[in-house]
């Protein structure tokens, strides 16, 4: 899902800026650009827009005409609490990433160009990885007979085994592990780009350590935590596979909750309708994140 | 110009792909659950089909009723055979989405009635019994009942996550509802009573995990399938079972509306409900036969692990009813496990 609205809009931005171009050189042009943007405008018609209009219509018309499926959604209870679930894990997800990338992105910006790449290469392995293996391995680690509950109970730091999996802690951990790098990739750059002289100004000028990393580093990092942050958190959204194996059923999230009207209750208008909601929420959270951040920034970050 | 040439291209690729990919008019595509299941249908079933005709069978799955309903929706069906739940089968028959079985071509004498409908023949059929992790539960738990009973039976206890037959009536025969009363469920009634264990549950999504849940003891006790109980203690987990009130449902053989070889898919399912395939299969998976001969030609020792050697108490979930009320009682069980 997230995938998907992501490359639609990156597309669409591709071609309306080759429109522009276009334009640039003069009318007299403008028929043979658009010949050479018509493999393109074809593709995305095909494969996007028409797509998600048969996607809108379903959810208008089936499975009968109005908007019966949007009221359902909106009007009823357990609904609305998968909504705020996805919203609280995807906003629980992206302040964790951002605590955790932070310290990850600062060091990796200051480190030996050498060492940094090292690191850099584990962490884009990690991304590598199959996603599946990866959830499977917290769970492994999670569960009340996994590795850190036997660890912490032979050492007696507990009696009985925390619940950390089938729950928010579960859905949280896992998440915030497969987020990460779409965190720490923009966070360096952004980090790598301030020059290290300030923090030295700041710390002549008298400013304590704290001082000069909240009035300093923090106000110039912003950009690239605003433009990891909202990426962690668009992706988190529609997250499936994690919320799905490491979550319990009582907070479950949007993604699944559309695989199961549409796998195993066939209701395809309400799934349809739960799927653009989402699309819509996402597309206005990614206009946001360009007018906050600037279109540069975001491509240029990742 | 450019534009309808395009298009057409365009549109060309799309009807002609998907036909030069798809199998060839002779062969057929087999859909079933994956897993040791689907490796035993393979076996028993598809391989000697293709020893005996020469027709290949392809191998697809897992099975999922939405993209099964979306290939019908779409005319572009490309399984031919699909094993599915068979209450799902029967509220799919209703809605027009399967193929009637052709019974000249499937010999239908032996089936088990109880398994066959004018669309879908039997593919297996199981018990749903109470397994538990004899290292991890002290005592032997008796019955449905002590799934409920948190004192005499602490821990975690795992069930089956989907809306399906068996969850609902678990927790009312717990509850005292007679099995003969058990229909029209009471809804109300077994929600109330799954209330007092939920946050002990812990929800298993497909047979593997079941396993693996009781196998490392991350559930003490459950609601499994016989097949996966069967498959552990074969490979020497230390699980106890006890097949008191064993609840059967089943898993039949479909076409989709509009399959590309129908007629082929006839003769695969009457190789696969056949004597000597449904015994093969019962005895490769530990699922009972739904062909009334087909115990003859089991070993003695691989039919006394079938459900059918459990009659006593045994209660078949009611197929029809569920198909019938499918919708309404899946919108409330999703309901009340989000709470």
């Not at chain 1, 009318?27 to 028409?50: D, H, K």
């Not at chain 2, 079985?101 to 749903?128: E, M, N, Q």
């Not at chain 2, 039976?153 to 399906?164: D, E, I, L």
Request: charged share 15%; proline share 5%.
């Amino acid at each position: 899902m997230d995938e998907t609205v992501r490359a639609v809009s990156s597309r669409s931005r591709v071609a309306v800026m080759s429109v522009e171009t276009r334009r640039n050189f003069g009318t007299v042009r403008v028929p043979a650009g658009l010949n050479g943007l018509l493999p393109a405008l074809i593709l995305i018609m095909l494969f996007f827009v028409i797509p998600v209009l048969a996607l809108l219509l379903r959810s208008v018309t089936e499975p009968e005409p109005g908007l019966q499926n949007y009221a359902a959604l909106l009007g009823d209870g357990t609904y609305a609490r998968v909504f705020f679930n996805t919203f609280l894990v995807a906003a629980l997800v992206t302040v964790a990433t951002v605590l955790v990338a932070f310290p990850v992105a600062w060091m990796l910006a200051i480190m030996p160009s050498g060492l940094a790449s090292i690191i850099f290469g584990i962490i884009i392995l990690s991304m590598w990885t199959n996603l599946l293996t990866r959830t499977y391995a917290w769970m492994v680690l999670l569960q009340r007979t996994g590795v850190i509950n036997r660890t912490l109970m032979t050492i007696g730091v507990i009696d009985h085994p925390l619940p950390l999996i089938n729950n928010l802690t579960g859905v949280t951990i896992g998440m915030v592990y497969i987020m990460l790098p779409f965190m720490i990739l923009p966070l360096v750059g952004t980090l790598r780009a301030i020059d290290p002289m300030t923090l030295r100004a700041a710390s002549l000028c008298g400013a304590s350590p704290f001082q000069a990393f909240r009035r300093i580093l923090v106000p110039l990092s912003l950009p690239g935590v605003a433009a990891g942050g909202l990426m962690v958190f668009v992706m988190s959204l529609g997250y499936f596979v994690t919320p799905a194996l490491l979550g319990g059923t009582s907070n479950m999230m949007l993604a699944e909750m559309i695989a199961q009207m549409v796998q195993s209750l066939l209701n395809w208008g309400l799934g349809s309708a739960a799927a653009f909601i989402l699309l819509v929420v996402t597309m206005v959270l990614y206009a946001l994140q360009l007018r906050l951040v600037g279109a540069r920034r975001t491509s240029g970050g990742i | 110009m450019k534009l309808i040439i395009t298009g057409f291209l365009a549109g060309f690729i799309a009807t002609t792909v998907p036909a030069t990919t798809a199998a060839k008019a002779e062969d057929m595509v087999f859909t079933s659950w994956g897993g040791t299941t689907q490796e035993a249908q393979t076996k028993s079933w598809a391989e000697p089909f293709t020893a005996a005709s020469g027709i290949k069978v392809m191998q697809d799955g897992p099975t999922d009723y939405g993209k099964l309903k979306a290939m019908i929706d779409s005319g572009s069906v490309n399984w031919d055979v699909v094993d599915v739940e068979m209450d799902f089968a029967i509220k799919a028959a209703k809605d027009g989405l399967l193929e009637p079985i052709d019974f000249k071509t499937v010999p239908k004498a032996d089936l088990d009635p109880r398994f066959t409908t004018d669309h879908a023949v039997g593919s297996f059929y199981y018990s749903f019994v109470l397994a538990w992790n004899k290292g991890a539960v002290s005592g032997e738990p008796a019955g449905w009942a002590d799934m409920f009973d948190l004192t005499k039976f602490p821990g975690k206890r795992t069930f089956y996550k989907w809306s399906a037959p068996g969850v609902i009536e678990i927790a009312l025969l717990a509850d005292g509802v007679p099995a003969d009363k058990l229909y029209p469920l009471d809804l109300d009634r077994a929600f109330k009573k799954l209330d007092t264990i939920k946050s002990d549950i812990v929800w298993w999504s497909g047979g593997a995990e079941s396993q693996q849940l009781i196998a490392s003891g991350e559930a003490t006790f459950g609601q499994l399938w016989n097949g996966r109980v069967f498959a552990l203690d074969k490979d020497g987990a230390d699980v106890g079972v006890s097949w008191n009130q064993n609840l059967t449902a089943a898993d039949v053989l479909v076409v989709p509306k509009g399959a590309k070889n129908k007629d082929t898919a006839m003769k695969f399912l009457a190789a696969a409900s056949s004597p000597a395939g449904q015994a093969k299969f019962a005895e490769a998976s530990g699922y009972a036969p739904i062909n009334t001969k087909a115990k003859a030609e089991m070993p003695a020792d691989a039919v006394k692990s079938l459900p059918d050697a459990h009659v006593g108490g045994q209660i078949n979930l009611d197929m029809n009813y569920w198909a019938a009320n499918r919708d309404t009682i899946a919108a409330r069980w999703y309901a009340w496990q989000a709470k």
